[in-house]
């Protein structure tokens, strides 16, 4: 099981550089989709010696959540938007990726400073959850499209779930579903800010909103 989760941290990183190189719309969106499931796997996974209903309703609603809900209002937001790939972001996508590949390495050095609880024998999970936070913070930095931003919102949120699960373990529902509750608000918010940002600029750069400064 160690092995399993461990190589799903390993896919978790893999998403995130991924996500940091790639200019489709429709694409990031299927793989922010994917580490929703993926977290969702691992967070059974992460506490399968102490399985209960309570931890499988919240691994379920956050699968459908973060990887067909989320997803969906996404796709639709880029359809009504006619937007497909993000063009002349703030930061390159090479440029992007080296800074991933940088992130990674400030990870995996803080991961070492701050170790699991004992009897959590999981290298990996710190380094890749501060990763995958650190590269939603990237996106939502330097990307102009409004919904790039929003997917970095969602990768933070994947992070700060991956950490939960993997540094504390048992988390009160109410608190984990309030989470959930928090960023399924922010992304309809959003997706409303996008039409009404598309329909006044026929485009969604978040950078052209100085414009209604005065």
């Known amino acids: ?10 896919v978790l990183v893999l998403a995130d550089i991924a996500l940091l190189g790639m200019s489709l719309l429709f694409t990031c969106i299927r793989v922010v989709a994917f580490q929703g499931i993926l977290l969702g ?3 059974v996974a992460a506490q399968s010696n102490a399985l209960t209903p309570r931890l499988f309703v ?9 990887g067909f809900v989320y997803p969906w209002l996404l796709r639709r937001a880029v359809k009504e938007a006619g937007v497909q790939k993000e063009i002349e972001p703030f930061v390159g996508y090479i440029l992007s990726v ?6 990674l390495g400030v990870s995996i ?17 710190v380094p890749a959850s501060l990763m995958t936070m650190l590269t939603g913070l ?8 409004a919904l790039m931003q929003c997917l970095g919102y969602l990768v933070f949120e994947n992070g700060i779930y991956a950490f939960g699960v993997a540094a504390v373990g048992e988390i009160p529902a109410l608190v984990e579903l309030g989470i959930l509750l928090d960023a399924f608000v ?12 598309n329909r006044e600029f026929d485009h969604l750069d978040a950078d052209r909103l100085s414009s209604l400064k005065g």
């Open 1 to 10: 099981m160690t092995n399993g989760i461990e190589l799903a941290m390993i």
């Open 41 to 43: 796997a691992f967070a």
């Open 58 to 66: 919240i691994a379920a609603v956050s699968v459908a959540l973060k």
């Open 98 to 103: 080296m800074a991933g590949i940088a992130m």
């Open 109 to 125: 050095w803080i991961g070492g400073k701050l170790p699991l609880p004992e009897g959590r024998d999981l290298p990996l999970v």
């Open 138 to 145: 990237f996106l939502v930095a330097a990307r102009k499209k």
């Open 186 to 197: 922010a992304v309809l918010v959003m997706g409303v800010a996008m039409y009404h940002i």
